[in-house]
């Protein structure tokens, strides 16, 4: 599912980038992957996908539903 709409970025994405260990913050994914550098609207979703990947949480994508 898409998370981030202006930079295509997927929950997916933001998974691999957390287990990779290339983003331990909402300021690591945005320069890793773009998210929330335009809108902004995305931003406190990833940053819930991001915290629940860093917490081993989010095995799937309806482990965690985004608002
Ligand atoms: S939806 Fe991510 S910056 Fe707009």
């Known amino acids: 599912m898409y998370v981030c709409l202006c930079k295509g970025v997927t929950c997916s994405q933001i998974r691999?980038?957390?287990?990779?260990?290339?983003?331990?913050?909402?300021?690591?994914?945005?320069?890793?992957?773009?998210?929330?550098t335009q809108c902004g609207k995305c931003g406190?979703?990833?940053?819930?996908?991001?915290?629940?990947?860093?917490?081993?949480?989010?095995e799937s994508g309806a482990a965690l539903q985004c608002a």
């Open 16 to 36: 691999d980038c957390a287990r990779r260990g290339e983003a331990a913050s909402l300021r690591d994914l945005s320069r890793a992957l773009g998210v929330a």
């Open 44 to 58: 406190r979703c990833a940053r819930e996908l991001l915290e629940a990947a860093r917490a081993g949480e989010a």
